[in-house]
Nanobody
């Protein structure tokens, strides 16, 4: 049974930093591209960032480029999202996602497995 479990969400002030991470089990972690999506209230789930199977390449949504960094540790089956210079508009539930395809430009329909999500709230 595949499980993706996110941790590290919380409340932070605008301009602050937060790191969320996701630990996977029940799958061969290093054959999946890993990604983060987010969903704010009343909005559709949107792509945030993705990292290649090896961790050597990453891809970001324009809205987070330069502020967020995605990384992975295949030895620990874990993917991280470091979020800096947070803005109130970054407030959302953040979802970890695994994709068997090699591409990093991902849509929600490309995802094979989802985590349950972790709430990130940025206060102004």
């Amino acid at each position: 049974q595949v499980q993706l479990v996110e941790s590290g969400g919380g409340l932070v002030q605008a301009g602050g930093s937060l790191r969320v991470y996701c630990t996977a089990s029940g799958l061969t972690f290093n054959v999946y591209s890993m990604a983060w999506f987010r969903q704010a209230p009343g909005k559709e789930r949107e792509f945030v960032a993705a990292v290649a199977r090896s961790g050597s390449t990453s891809f970001y949504a324009d809205s987070v480029k330069g502020r967020f960094t995605i990384s992975r540790d295949n030895a620990k089956n874990t993917v991280y999202l470091q979020m800096n210079s947070l803005k109130p508009e970054d407030t959302a539930v953040y979802y970890c996602a695994a994709c068997a395809r090699g591409t990093l430009s991902l849509a929600a329909g490309d995802i094979n497995y989802w985590g349950p999500g972790t709430q990130v709230t940025v206060s102004s």
